[in-house]
């Protein structure tokens, strides 16, 4: 929906749209991976997001019907 949502923004008001854009993005970033000085490891974060994306990726590229 994020993503739906920036690439509406670029498409109806670029000329305000780069910097706001980069600000969303930034927020959701800070919102989704913790600071490394307040809490916790990036770097175990994103490996642990990736790890689930690879569980899910393979999940549905086994399922019958899934892309192979």
């Not at 854009?21 to 175990?44: C, K, L, Y």
């Not at 790890?51 to 393979?58: A, K, N, R, S, W």
């Amino acid at each position: 929906m994020l993503l739906s949502a920036l690439r509406d923004w670029a498409r109806d008001s670029p000329t305000t749209a780069v910097s706001g854009i980069a600000r969303s993005i930034i927020r959701f970033v800070e919102n989704v991976i913790p600071d490394p000085d307040h809490h916790g490891d990036t770097h175990a974060t994103l490996k642990a997001m990736h790890d689930e994306h690879l569980v899910l990726t393979h999940a549905m590229h086994s399922t019958p019907g899934g892309h192979h």
